[in-house]
């Protein structure tokens, strides 16, 4: 089974500064998925950036990045000069192994929010 | 732009009544997901599919709750009958990704927020 662990029930961050969001995870499966998912206030749920566990870099996209530390188990999002819209909830997920395909395991979210 | 739609996007609805939320996957996706997200439990994975065929639906109440896939553009979420306990937003999801290749990302429609009175 895999859990993805977000320890931040929010988190503040003034207008163009960078921010960390942290995530943890725990599989035993050899061969695993990490991706983060930013949730507006409108409900929607946006894709932002995906880490395969056997990618030799860590993944980014525009302003957001993935801290992936494979031996501690993390895989931490870096917002890099946050704006206002930036805030939102934020969910790291898993992807698991069932019959080829993949099973995203959500963790509990962190509120970010961006301050002018 | 390809999207997944969900309807309705909101349903409110009395204690007893069946429900049933509909899901249209983007075109070509070959696994659908289920999720229930609520304040308390946060996002659940209730079932889902590949190739239309059903392949978890163990975080599913069995007894109230049915998922299906009649085709490959509509997947359905049944409730019947509905409680108070399953007021919450629904979302659907479809994806390519496998172990072997594809993109490994779920794309999420709006959801379904449902309030049962």
């Known amino acids: 089974a895999q859990k993805i662990t977000q320890t931040q029930p929010g988190m503040f961050v003034q207008e163009k500064e960078a921010v960390t969001l942290d995530c943890t995870y725990d599989?035993?499966?050899?061969?695993?998925?990490l991706f983060w998912y930013k949730q507006p206030s409108s409900g929607e749920m946006i894709f932002l950036i995906y880490?395969?566990?056997?990618?030799?870099q860590n993944a980014t996209e525009g302003r957001y990045s993935l801290n992936f530390q494979k031996a501690r188990k993390s895989a931490n999002l870096v917002i890099s000069a946050s704006q206002l819209g930036d805030s939102a909830m934020y969910f790291c997920?898993?992807?698991?192994?069932?019959?080829?395909?993949?099973?995203?395991?959500f963790g509990r979210g962190t509120s970010l929010i961006v301050h002018p | 732009d390809a999207r997944v739609t969900q309807t309705p996007r909101h349903k409110v609805t009395e204690m007893g009544q069946e429900v049933t939320m509909r899901c249209q996957p983007i075109?070509?996706?070959?696994?659908v997901f289920w999720y229930r997200q609520t304040m308390m439990q946060g996002l659940e994975l209730l079932a889902y599919?590949?190739?239309?065929?059903?392949?978890?639906d163990s975080g599913m109440p069995k007894d109230r709750f049915s998922a299906e896939m009649p085709d490959a553009t509509l997947a359905t979420l049944k409730i019947q009958p509905s409680e108070p306990r399953d007021s919450a937003v629904y979302f659907c999801?479809?994806?390519?990704?496998?172990?072997?290749?594809?993109?490994?990302?779920?794309?999420f429609g709006q959801g379904t927020r449902l309030t049962v009175v």
């Open positions: 999801a479809s994806g390519l990704g496998s172990i072997t290749g594809g993109d490994p990302e779920a794309f």
């Open positions: 599989t035993s499966d050899p061969s695993y998925g």
């Open positions: 880490q395969g566990s056997y990618d030799q």
């Open positions: 997920a898993m992807r698991g192994v069932s019959g080829g395909s993949y099973i995203p395991t």
């Open positions: 075109l070509g996706h070959n696994t």
């Open positions: 599919f590949r190739n239309r065929a059903p392949l978890d």
